[in-house]
């Protein structure tokens, strides 16, 4: 299953675009750029496709949700089957080595994600777990009972995104490539301690309202249905 970036990309069929056009599709767009950048800059192109992006600054909340919830401890509501796959990429590591290529004249198509070997679910947040002192603990509860609760992947659970058809190369990319162009990756510790701390920096109310995961009140009404199935 693991892809590289020389896998092929989609090929959108389309009665034709105009230029400069705010209304494009987020994927077709960034295609289209990608194949009008090869276009006029021959050989010289350096293409990189972030997966998810996360750290320090990060106001999207997809992966602040998991070091927030975790230290609050409790119950923790933990998605899917442990070995789900994720890949994402401190945002320190990403711009680091986008710098270092760019110094370097480095041209090639490569994905921005890491770590070398895709992370399951349950090593991503038992490794947030470490960062904390809180005293948490994980039920996990499968893709189908969460799908019956109406909670969705990567929004209402951020970061997991469970092999589904179609995805079954979601968070299973090979970044030979990569490595051998220079990306490293910093610990999962040091980007969940760092996150934190950035998050606990922001205004109190900025804290209380994540946007990305569920509240308290819906996970603990979840984990409830959840236990009374069992």
């Known amino acids: 299953v693991p892809m590289t970036a020389n896998a092929p990309s989609f ?3 389309t009665a034709g675009v105009e230029r400069g056009s705010n209304d494009l599709p987020y994927g077709l767009a960034k295609a289209l750029s990608e194949r009008e950048a090869q276009k006029i800059f021959v050989g010289r192109t350096n293409i990189v496709r972030p ?3 996360i750290g320090p600054g990060d106001e999207t909340d997809r992966f602040t949700y998991w070091p ?3 230290h609050k401890g409790g119950e923790v509501l933990a998605p899917g089957d442990p070995s789900d796959p994720v890949q994402i990429i401190d945002v320190r590591d990403l711009t680091e080595w986008m710098i270092r290529m760019a110094e370097g004249d480095q041209v090639g198509v490569f994905n921005g ?3 070398f070997n895709p992370r399951p679910m349950a090593q991503l947040l038992y490794g947030i777990r470490a960062v904390t002192t809180a005293e948490t603990r994980f039920t996990w509860i499968n893709r189908e009972f ?3 609760m109406g909670l969705r992947p990567y929004s209402d659970l951020p970061v997991w995104r469970p092999p589904t058809e179609g995805r079954e190369g979601f ?3 090979d970044l030979t490539p990569e490595i051998a162009a220079g990306l490293t990756f910093r610990s999962l510790a040091v980007t969940a301690a760092d996150t934190l701390e950035y998050h606990f920096s922001r205004s109190s109310e900025r804290q209380a309202q994540l946007r990305a995961g569920i509240s308290l ?8 249905a959840w236990h009374a199935s069992r």
């Open 146 to 148: 969460l799908t019956d």
């Open 51 to 53: 997966g998810l992006i």
């Open 68 to 70: 927030v919830r975790i």
């Open 113 to 115: 994600v890491g770590p």
């Open 217 to 224: 009140e819906r996970e603990a009404e979840v984990l409830a």
């Open 11 to 13: 090929t959108y069929e």
């Open 171 to 173: 968070a299973r990319f």
